[in-house]
């Protein structure tokens, strides 16, 4: 496990790798593959997100849980699934509020890689997940690792939008310092929580206002 291909990020989290929970996280990790197991998404896409969006360009956090555990979904941004593979629910929900908010109409596809190429980091608290089975890697370690990202964003950047939608996401951005970034929180945009105030909450306008205010691109959500 390395970040040869996200340089910026190498430089603040390289030091995380010697770390025991990443050892035993490794050592998890190969045990998994040695008894044959499927892992997504693919060893070469678990730091997918952050080789698309360095550090220094991040201007969007969003948070996600893990990884889509059926074949072909997964590719290391939350939320985001490859092309030519059916939308799931969340996201469908996530262009509802995007249409409405923004008037933006929804992709007919579900890959959100253009966002992660303007400055939206799309992280996953848990990068890997075994097949068919979900939240199968929680506890083993990734969350550590992505808490320390989400502090290396919280103290090296100005000025960015963190969007926590559900309790989880709110839990894990609770260090967040809100003098320094925009924090906007709502449900998740599950099927099953999206009616309770995910649709409705604007935070895709409200986001942009804000990147303007501090002489920001504006994120372009069309896809």
Same mark, same amino acid.
């Given at each position: ?72 979904? *997964? ?49 996953? *608290? ?47 951005? *609770? ?49």
């Amino acid at each position: 496990m390395i970040l040869d291909n996200a340089p910026s990020w190498q430089a603040k989290l390289a030091k995380e790798f010697d770390e025991p929970y990443m050892q035993a996280l490794k050592k998890f990790l190969r045990s998994e593959k040695d008894a044959q197991k499927i892992i997504y998404p693919h060893s070469t896409q678990w730091f997918h997100s952050l080789e698309t969006t360095p550090l220094n360009d991040v201007k969007i956090v969003i948070l996600g849980q893990d990884p889509y555990h059926q074949v072909g979904q *997964a590719h290391g941004l939350c939320f985001s699934v490859l092309p030519k593979i059916k939308t799931p629910p969340s996201l469908m929900n996530i262009y509802k509020e995007l249409k409405s908010d923004l008037g933006i109409s929804p992709a007919n596809h579900g890959y959100l890689e253009n966002w992660a190429k303007q400055g939206v980091l799309l992280l996953n *608290a848990v990068l890997t997940v075994e097949d068919s089975k979900a939240n199968a890697h929680q506890g083993k370690g990734w969350e550590l690792f992505t808490d320390k990202i989400i502090e290396t964003v919280n103290i090296e950047c100005k000025n960015v939008v963190f969007l926590l939608w559900g309790s989880y996401a709110q839990k894990k951005g *609770a260090i967040i310092d809100t003098t320094r970034h925009f924090v906007l929180k709502a449900p998740h945009p599950s099927p099953l929580s999206a009616h309770r105030g995910f649709l409705g909450c604007q935070h895709f306008s409200q986001a942009n206002d804000y990147l303007k205010k501090y002489n920001k691109l504006p994120i372009d959500w069309q896809l």
